[in-house]
DNA sequence: GATGAATGAGTATTCATTCAT
DNA sequence: AATGAATGAATACTCATTCAT
């Protein structure tokens, strides 16, 4: 049954509806009643697709950093070594969000203003991105591209810091400037950095 | 008359008094009776020193940030290059936070839950912090140290991306591991990252 | 849509409440809560027919005093000359606050306590009252029952100033007389007021 | 003690200062700080002039109407009959207040929103202005000037709501006009009126 | 499934008054 | 007499959630 909502066409919609409420007016005054009415749907329908308001978060969060992190997930595939995945994650991450300047306004900043505990379910979603990232950095160690004393939770902060920064300041910047043009020396800095053990080593 | 009240032992106590009762109840229970009774005194006693609650918070953040940043930029003056200057950045960053859980708590989970209005005022704190870092990536450049084509922003990002989210994964993590210990190796990548250009350069 | 709120039911089972409140307890002891539970709805309830606390008084001003004016503009169109309708506005003004004691309190005693940015609204409603008054006046200088050189300012004054004092002070002796027996005397001097300089002139 | 007290400069002093702020800020803005700080004295030295900030303006309003009435009662006795002190009464009521903005904006407006136990110690004092009104009336009839059937009261509250309502209409004007111009037309009413059964009498 | 009117808990702030100095 | 820092009671309004229709 839960499936079954989820795949209905008013569980999207209503996510949907959060997502431009929150992009327009912020996270404290994204009142349920205004998603409703965004949405086309009366105020109690919201409640037989989502448990309470902060179930709506959740979900929207999920759903849209779901795709997000699936969409990097699938290219890994197609990549040959750690140092292609790590372009590609920078690459992706970037992209992503440039081309979505609702969702990165939601995401970047106004979510973060939710409760303690919404964080913590936003958390468990960001794991799977967690695992990504260090599953890389452990790719990268294996086929000695990376510094083999490189702390791999280190280096996800690093990378995952990096990126969120930089959309960040990208996102309060109004989105004035193009960030797809620091992936390229952002992903560079990082190879640097997580190669860089190695290279003291052989001297 | 405002540097009195500034002065005053009350103001400091009940800047005290929020930073506790914010750690130990949360951003979102943290109601001026609660931080007036954690003061011992009167609610009303609140207003003789802040305008409103949101005075109390930013200038928690003022203080206790400003504190931060001037520790750093003291020691700057003992460093001889970008190099070492760097370093104390990562150092203090880290052995700060370190030093002041319940602080630690407020300003990297807490706060962030704050409305915009107030998030406004605190980057506004954070400029400091920013421009600090700034000039170091831009001292560097310099002194020949870092990439000449390392962007000053993006390397900023980079610094403070990293340094933040080490510290909220530490805080996240309940403090359970010394985050003083990877203040060595995020300087070591942090450098290589900054002076990586220059390596292909050399080519 | 204001029109259906101020036609249902609660709208005025809300005001009247307001009324027996503010009657019953004084104007500063009229706390929404209080009035909420005098209606027998929630406190959200009110704030779902009125936009807040002031909107209540003054709405339970409009609609009474509306009433009131409504139905002594009524009697004029039945009255053939200026002497008629004065009489008309006396004897209706007492025989109605007569009929509602407790209006009465509410409009000579409580309301007049409220914050100036109130009493202007109130003014506003008033200004009907004003005008009917004044335009009795100068119909009956026309009709040559009153002095030529009556001011119809001034001659409201005395009329208005002349009622509103009569039932002040029958509401502040706890209404212990039938108010109604002044009607006639009192209209009787106010008639010689109004003609009082057409008489010296005929000399 | 009391008289003492109420001898005192500062007794004035604090008094005069409530007229003041009363006039420029407000009834409600009126705060014991505000008046203290006008008066140029701490805030608890009102307190050793005034049992509490209801003292302040029963205070207030007992010495400034106080003063009104006896100037009143002083030309009095110049009189030869009612007629003359009928006019003494409108023409010095009038006059009073045409010389004293401030005080007219307190009295005529502001105080008027004084809670309900402020407002019977007020009408204590304003009984003596009433006796004077009745006194001349009752002496009017005596003298064979005034309808024998005027009823006292009635006739007092017709000369009070009348001037009380003229002043007020002024000073809502922003005492645009001259008010003074208006007692000799609302004098010749008033007496008109007084007379008016006497005249039906004659027939 | 859909509606939307009704609910009611929860909180920052002001200001008259006190009293130690 | 004079001060003024400290007190603490008191209240309008919002909005997530429910449930009768």
Redesign the pocket.
């Known amino acids: 049954m839960a499936s079954?909502?989820k795949n209905?066409q008013?569980y999207q919609l209503i996510i949907d509806a959060a997502v431009t409420v929150i992009a327009n007016h912020g996270y404290h005054?994204a009142?349920?009643?205004k998603i409703a009415k965004e949405a086309g749907?009366?105020?109690?329908?919201?409640?037989?697709y989502f448990k309470?308001?902060?179930d709506i978060l959740v979900s929207l969060f999920r759903t849209k950093m779901g795709g997000f992190i699936s969409a990097i997930e699938e290219r890994m595939e197609t990549c040959h070594n750690a140092e292609e995945k790590l372009w590609q994650i920078v690459q992706m991450h970037v992209t992503q969000f440039s081309a979505q300047p609702k969702l990165s306004i939601v995401m970047q900043l106004e979510m973060r203003q939710s409760a303690r505990e919404l964080r913590l379910q936003i958390n468990e979603v960001l794991k799977m991105y967690v695992h990504l990232m260090e599953d890389v950095i452990r790719s990268g160690k294996e086929e000695g591209i990376f510094n083999q004393n490189l702390d791999e939770k280190l280096g996800r902060q690093m990378l995952f810091g990096t990126l969120d920064e930089m959309v960040t300041n990208w996102v309060m910047n109004d989105r004035k400037y193009d960030l797809r043009n620091l992936s390229t020396p952002a992903f560079e800095m990082l190879l640097a950095a997580f190669k860089s053990g190695s290279l003291r080593k052989d001297v």
Chains 1, 2, 3, 4 share one sequence.
């Open positions: 079954d909502k209905s008013k005054a009142q349920v009643s749907v009366a105020d109690g329908t919201i409640y037989l309470n308001k902060e």
